[in-house]
């Protein structure tokens, strides 16, 4: 099998998990995985897709700018330039995008403070925070139409190999130095989003 093929693997399986647990509502999300670093090329799934189906059409391979290096019809996702400054600013290996009504929720709750800083819940360690008083904060950015002005936002808080970041009122971008550990960085923030939101709801009608 070639590196593309097994990573074309890796992503599918990611997809797949996603898609079950509805991660793709309406369309939304996009996937992407390394396949070279030099030079630069990635997978990322085809722009507009019904992402809880899976066919030989759902990733293309793009290069440092997003554009597809290979004859193709099919359109990278609308958001790959978020990608790219993913995997020209890091070592990161995978990067996932979804939209959840959790995310979406929290992005406006604490949107006009600019970030959420998660403390004192055991999940912290899948983001590799040991310490008892480890503290993990995911900046909110605004959600700009004008996808390069996104990109360029979502940038400056491009600077680990792994991370997150959320978009107002849009969604989750999280990476990792492989596909495990960007999914691990998904699962944990909506774990965290979804406790949150349960943990203020019961403590409104108390
Ligand atoms: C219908 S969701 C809106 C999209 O513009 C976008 O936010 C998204 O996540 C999916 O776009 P795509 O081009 O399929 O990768
Ligand atoms: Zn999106």
Not at 14 to 41: C, E, H, M, Y
Not at 56 to 64: G, I, S, T, Y
Not at 121 to 149: R, S
Request: charge should be negative; aromatic fraction near 10%.
């Amino acid at each position: 099998m070639s590196l593309k093929e097994s990573r074309w693997e890796e992503l599918a399986d990611i997809k797949r998990v996603l898609a079950k647990r509805d991660w793709f509502p309406g369309t939304s999300g996009n996937l992407a995985i390394k396949v070279d670093q030099q030079p630069l090329t990635f997978l990322v799934t085809a722009s507009g897709k019904d992402k809880t189906k899976e066919s030989n059409e759902d990733f293309l391979l793009v290069d440092k700018d997003g554009k597809p290096v290979e004859n193709t019809h099919l359109k990278p996702s609308a958001e790959t330039l978020l990608h790219v400054e993913v995997y020209n600013k890091t070592n990161a290996g995978c990067s996932l995008h979804v939209h959840t009504i959790d995310n979406n929720v929290i992005s406006e709750l604490y949107g006009d403070k600019g970030r959420i800083t998660f403390k004192g819940q055991e999940i912290i360690k899948a983001y590799g925070l040991w310490e008892e008083d480890a503290e993990f904060t995911i900046p909110i950015i605004h959600n700009h139409a004008y996808i390069p002005k996104l990109a360029a936002e979502f940038g400056e808080y491009v600077k680990e190999d792994a991370g997150a970041v959320l978009i107002r009122n849009h969604g989750i971008t999280v990476w990792g130095r492989n596909a495990l550990e960007a999914k691990k960085y998904l699962e944990a923030s909506e774990f965290l989003f979804s406790y949150h939101l349960k943990l203020l709801a019961y403590q409104s009608i108390k």
